[in-house]
């Protein structure tokens, strides 16, 4: 079965901490939000450096219908690229008539989880406008005794969702997401926890996808991350520029879209598609 790469679009949201926040909470949301945006850019690029191995395994009513290992990185074009090193998918059934019943729900079965992928990628929060629209509501909890913050929010993407992130309140470096949504009527869980190196390269440790009335369970595992001709310890991001002038632009921007759309002298679409080219102008 070819099993889709439900996780591989999961963004990196990078929640940053309450304290020491002098601004009104409107424009040091909008900071965050540029931050935010940054701090995407420089993960993305660093991701596209690296190879790495990420295991893949569908269970359906608890037997394990596929298992599959890829090696996983980027090519020339910026595209993700994966080599199968293993794919044991469950074998079909001798007889015509059974091999084609399963292999209609095989079909069904793929198509489901491609769906259920685009449902997923939406909480990657893919525009500075939905970033900026999550965190105005959300509710920031923390730092925890463990140096953690959280945020929540409902109604992220469907009607009485959640989105919770935890994140370093130091590093600002993202721990822990979970999701619990709705899909063709049946509930949808999502818990992936995150790992940094030590280049600061912050990805999917491990992530499940569960749907409790289907009996299904997407469980991927990313591990052994190399970045090919380059000697340990090289390649370390230097650290972040302070507040440029054209990000304070950019802020600035972003509260007034927020604003005409909050008055409804823009519509969502708009609004949506003015903040994602202020937020490639921001990332380049």
């Given at each position: 079965?070819?099993?889709?790469?439900?996780?591989a679009a999961i963004a990196v949201l990078v929640a940053a901490p309450a304290a020491g926040l002098a601004q009104g909470k409107a424009e040091a949301t909008a900071v965050k939000a540029v931050q935010i945006a940054n701090a995407r850019k420089a993960n993305a690029a660093l991701m596209h450096r690296y190879t790495w191995h990420s295991r893949t395994e569908l269970i359906v009513q608890g037997a394990v219908k596929d298992t599959?290992?890829?090696?996983?990185?980027?090519?020339?074009?910026?595209?993700?690229?994966?080599?199968?090193l293993n794919d044991q998918s469950a074998?079909?059934?001798?007889?015509?008539l059974r091999r084609a019943i399963i292999e209609h729900e095989r079909q069904e079965t793929e198509a489901y989880l491609k769906g259920l992928q685009g449902?997923?990628?939406?909480?990657?929060?893919?525009t500075a406008g939905k970033v900026l629209d999550f965190m105005m509501q959300a509710q920031l909890i923390g730092p925890d005794a463990g140096g953690e913050v959280e945020m929540a929010g409902q109604g992220v993407v469907v009607p009485g969702d959640t989105?919770?992130?935890w994140a370093d309140a130091r590093t600002r470096q993202l721990r822990r997401v979970k999701v619990a949504s709705t899909y063709q009527g049946n509930a949808v869980n999502l818990d992936a926890t995150f790992k940094t190196l030590p280049s600061r390269l912050t990805?999917?440790?491990?992530?499940e996808v569960t749907v409790p009335a289907k009996q299904m369970t997407l469980q991927v595992q990313n591990f052994d991350f190399t970045r090919p001709g380059e000697p340990a310890g090289a390649g370390a991001p230097a650290a972040a520029p302070a507040r440029s002038a054209s990000q304070a632009a950019a802020v600035q921007k972003l509260r007034e879209l927020k604003s005409l759309q909050s008055q409804g002298l823009i519509t969502e679409a708009q609004y949506q598609a003015e903040s994602q080219k202020l937020l490639n102008q921001i990332v380049q």
């Open positions: 079965m070819k099993t889709p790469s439900m996780l599959r290992i890829d090696l996983v990185s980027y090519g020339p074009a910026g595209q993700l690229q994966r080599t199968v074998r079909l059934p001798i007889g015509f449902l997923l990628e939406q909480y990657t929060l893919p989105l919770t992130v990805y999917v440790a491990y992530a």
